[in-house]
């Protein structure tokens, strides 16, 4: 028994309250060490005759990573306070860890175990419920649809006339989104997601120069009316981009500074080191990365704070917005996210709000800031298996396994899943053109735990580099659409609405790394029902053996309609190559 590599901590993403009566417990052991883990647990006052009343339940292995077991258990403790510790058998050493250490026998004193003191329910994590259950699309405004060619900028280029650039412009705007609202209802949309709106130099949009004002060539206040209410209409949500960490150039009060120097009242505004201030060769002021054109705003400064809350309640109570998505927000202060919240869900209890954060992300998940943040590491995963072939069936099992047990089981549920953005290459570019990998690619991600996004135009087949690359025009033209690839993103949402357990019902397990060469697999079940997903990552056709005793239960393959009557235990499937395959029993 490898003591070294068992953990646990009574918090976070290994103790924590999933309802107002459950709780999820986990532990952590070196990968094939143990035979069986259990959970000791009882009410740290239920004592008889000098002892301490407690029970063992045995704990389920929920998945391996590379390195290590994840070990779970759901417990309901009836007076919703719990004392517990764990029994680890190895096969020939037994031991009992408590938050005191290892121990050859159960301790005696209630003292010496981890404590959930009581479950309150604020303890519990709560993002709004339409989340688990929405499929986004993000929209580029600058580059999805000219609904309103009068208030293109000047010099604005006929649509789709050219190559993207970063300083060119082609007259997207709000009315283009309104006058195409059928599209995203037809493939199944139910969550737009827009990156920034407010008024900025850049066709991006990430150098806000008024945060109170939509860009004049997206249109007015009265069109974002219109079209917030056109989308609820059509059962579609809302989300807009914020960027808090950071101002354009042009912000008027960063102008301030720039010409008053250390009269300006705006001085502290920002992270100014000295002044005047300097640009070259680089900046005397922080900015985001080193980009003179973005300085720092200082969410420490009350001016700056009431600012920015009201910026956050103003679109939220006049425009009846559905969320924020908030930009570099892991480079702003705990503090500030954390009114931010407050304010925000005053107005709007089930606001939902996403965090770009690109790294493990438990500080802002505790229900105080965030609801969700972008899951980077899903979509690194996917793209270093399907696209770049950079990591093995084995290695992706093993890297989602970890993924998966670094938040609770109810943050996994609105993890924002993506693939493409405006900042990276098009997945059917990153996938060399090959448009099966794109279709396995859309399959996992419409099939599994978390809230899923689309790119504009990754659902016809558009392709591009690297940003600005990837931020072509929306093609229109049905001739330049792929069909096919439309129709595959369509059924699997459709798939994913008509069965939950392709969303978020149920537990999410996978098949063991070792099943399989070719193949990875993983189900989700509610105890009844269970779906298999298979991906066959091979350019031939793989026999998967089925690992559940079926004989007598009816099998169907709710992708194609095909149902099969199962006669034996030994079952197998053909999956086709670079295929995939939806089972259900």
Same mark, same amino acid.
């Given at each position: 028994?490898l ?10 993403n290994?103790?924590?309250?999933? &309802? ?20 000791l647990?009882?009410?740290?006052? @239920? ?11 045995? *704990?389920?292995?929920s ?17 919703r ?15 009992? %860890? ?20 009581? %479950? ?15 499929v ?24 789709g ?18 006058? /195409? ?15 920034? +709106? ?13 945060? *109170? ?23 579609i949500?809302v ?8 101002s ?16 300006? !009242?705006?001085?502290?505004?920002f ?11 680089r ?26 809350? =009201? ?7 006049e ?7 908030? @930009?570099?927000?892991?480079?702003? @202060? ?7 919240? &407050? ?18 992300? *438990? ?13 980077? !590491? ?20 093993? /890297?989602?396994? &970890? ?62 580099e ?28 459709? %798939? ?7 969303? /978020? ?5 996978? +098949? ?11 189900t ?12 066959? *990552?091979?350019? =031939?056709e793989? /026999? ?21 009557a ?8 053909k999956i ?10």
């Amino acid at each position: 028994m490898l003591k070294e590599a068992i953990y646990h901590r009574p918090k976070d993403n290994y103790a924590y309250a999933c &309802t107002n009566e459950e709780l999820h417990i986990r532990i952590r052991t070196k990968k094939d060490d143990m035979k069986e883990v259990s959970l000791l647990n009882g009410d740290p006052y @239920d004592w008889a005759d000098g002892k301490w009343n407690f029970s063992s339940v045995p *704990m389920i292995k929920s998945g391996s990573d590379l390195l290590f077991d994840y070990w779970f258990v759901s417990i309901k403790p009836p007076y919703r306070r719990m004392r517990y510790g764990f029994e680890l058998n190895d096969g020939t050493e037994t031991a009992y %860890l408590t938050e005191k250490g290892f121990y050859p026998e159960p301790p005696e004193d209630t003292g010496f175990y981890y404590a959930f003191p009581y %479950l309150n329910n604020i303890d519990v994590f709560r993002a709004p419920g339409w989340v688990k259950d929405t499929v986004w699309y993000q929209i580029f405004p600058e580059r999805f649809g000219n609904g309103d060619p009068s208030n293109d900028p000047e010099g604005a280029l006929p649509w789709g006339s050219a190559p993207p650039e970063r300083d060119n412009f082609f007259g997207g705007d709000l009315k283009g989104v309104i006058q /195409n609202i059928s599209y995203l209802e037809d493939l199944g949309i139910s969550g737009i997601y827009f990156t920034p +709106i407010f008024k900025a130099y850049s066709n991006h949009k990430y150098d806000t120069i008024d945060y *109170m004002e939509i860009d004049p060539q997206f249109g007015d206040k009265e069109t974002l009316k219109e079209l917030v209410q056109v989308c609820h209409e059509h059962g579609i949500k809302v989300m807009l981009d914020a960027v808090f960490n950071h101002s354009g150039f042009y912000f008027p009060q960063f102008q301030d500074v720039l010409e008053n120097g250390e009269a300006s !009242p705006y001085k502290d505004w920002f992270h100014t080191k000295e002044f005047p201030l300097v640009m070259e060769p680089r900046p005397n002021y922080d900015t985001f990365a080193f980009e003179k054109s973005m300085p720092k705003l200082n969410t420490e400064n009350p001016e700056v704070i009431e600012y920015l809350l =009201e910026v956050g309640r103003y679109w939220v109570r006049e425009f009846d917005i559905d969320g924020w998505r908030l @930009d570099v927000a892991n480079e702003v @202060d705990h503090s500030f996210w954390r009114k931010f919240r &407050t304010e925000v869900k005053a107005i709007k209890p089930d606001l939902y709000i996403l965090g770009e954060i690109w790294h493990d992300s *438990m500080p802002w998940l505790r229900g105080d800031q965030f609801d969700a943040v972008m899951n980077y !590491p899903f979509t690194t995963n996917i793209l270093n298996l399907f696209a770049r072939g950079s990591i093995t069936v084995k290695e992706f099992i093993e /890297n989602m396994t &970890t993924v998966n047990h670094m938040y609770p089981k109810n943050v996994n549920e609105v993890a924002f899943n993506l693939i493409g953005s405006h900042d990276t290459p098009r997945i059917l570019t990153e996938c060399g053109g090959d448009e099966d990998k794109v279709k396995q690619i859309f399959t996992v991600l419409l099939s599994y735990i978390g809230t899923p996004c689309i790119y504009y135009g990754d659902e016809i087949g558009m392709s591009g580099e690297q940003d600005p690359g990837c931020r072509e025009c929306m093609k229109w033209n049905v001739e330049d659409q792929n069909k096919i690839m439309f129709e595959h993103v369509q059924k699997m949402i459709r %798939l994913r609405k008509e069965y939950p357990l392709l969303a /978020n019902e149920g537990e999410l397990h996978f +098949i063991p790394s070792d099943y399989h060469e070719s193949c990875f697999a993983y189900t989700k079940s509610n105890g009844e029902t269970t779906i298999l997903v298979v991906v066959n *990552m091979s350019n =031939e056709e793989a /026999n998967y053996h089925l690992p559940f005793n079926l004989n007598g239960k009816k099998i169907t393959n709710i992708y194609t309609g095909e149902e099969y009557a199962a006669e034996s235990d030994e079952l197998s499937a053909k999956i086709a190559a670079n295929g995939f395959a939806l089972f259900q029993f």
